[in-house]
């Protein structure tokens, strides 16, 4: 199985804010990467796809970059509804593998 | 639009078992491969089980091999889970996804097992 860390567990910031969460992989997985925003109560929603292609309807303020075992989501500028819990998950093997989450909180 | 609607869940005690199902619409179900999620409460994410278009392919998580079973009826847009031998660590929220062709899934709304005495 391919192991995830992604870090950090919890982000403290303010609106406004640049924000970035890293997720590393234990082996290469390509761009085999999507990200995704959960806010409490709901489903996750899925916000890149293919490491660093954005869904439709998400704002442009997120990005994702990387291949292989290093990648980053990235806010440009936290908006109070950015205030969730985002995970990455990797689609290259099974068994599929998400990471332990990022909490965004507001400072 | 795309809806996954997840039924089935509830409280069963250990050992007991469980069908979950979801009502697929707004797409064309056979086209896509489905996969079962599950979330602990106030935990992760965990990828559970996985199926091809066909029922062809079939991949389970180790801690569920063995115990639970994964089906679809394209002919009823629908997609099952049937899960035996249930222990308190099967508690959670299941969620249905589709498997989009271009990497990650939507999900549904998710239900509720919960496995205790």
């Known amino acids: 199985a391919i192991w995830m860390t992604q870090s950090p567990s919890l982000l403290s910031a303010s609106t406004g804010d640049r924000v970035t969460i890293s997720c590393r992989m234990s082996?290469?997985?390509?761009?085999?990467l999507a990200w995704y925003q959960q806010k409490p109560g709901k489903a996750p929603e899925l916000l890149i796809y293919?490491?660093?292609t954005l869904q439709s309807g998400v704002p442009s303020r997120f990005s994702g970059s990387g291949s292989g075992t290093d990648f980053t989501l990235t806010i440009s500028c936290l908006q109070s509804e950015d205030f969730a819990t985002y995970y990455c998950?990797?689609?290259?093997?099974?068994?599929?593998?998400f990471g332990q989450g990022t909490k965004v909180e507001i400072k | 639009q795309v809806q996954l609607v997840e039924s089935g869940g509830g409280l069963v005690k250990p050992g007991g078992s469980l069908r979950l199902s979801c009502a697929a619409s707004?797409?064309?179900?056979?086209?896509?491969?489905m996969s079962w999620i599950r979330q602990a409460p106030g935990k992760g994410l965990e990828w559970v089980s996985y199926?091809?278009?066909?029922?062809?392919?079939?991949y389970y998580a180790d801690s569920v091999k063995g115990r639970f079973t994964i089906s679809r009826d394209n002919a009823k847009n629908s997609l099952y889970l049937q899960m035996n031998s249930l222990r308190a660590e099967d508690t959670a929220v299941y969620y249905c996804?589709?498997?989009?062709?271009?990497?990650?899934?939507?999900w549904g709304q998710g239900t509720l097992v919960t496995v205790s005495s």
């Open positions: 082996q290469g997985i390509s761009s085999y």
């Open positions: 998950q990797q689609y290259y093997s099974f068994p599929r593998t």
């Open positions: 996804a589709r498997d989009l062709t271009t990497g990650g899934v939507d």
């Open positions: 293919a490491a660093s």
């Open positions: 199926i091809s278009s066909s029922g062809s392919t079939i």
């Open positions: 707004g797409f064309t179900f056979s086209d896509y491969y």
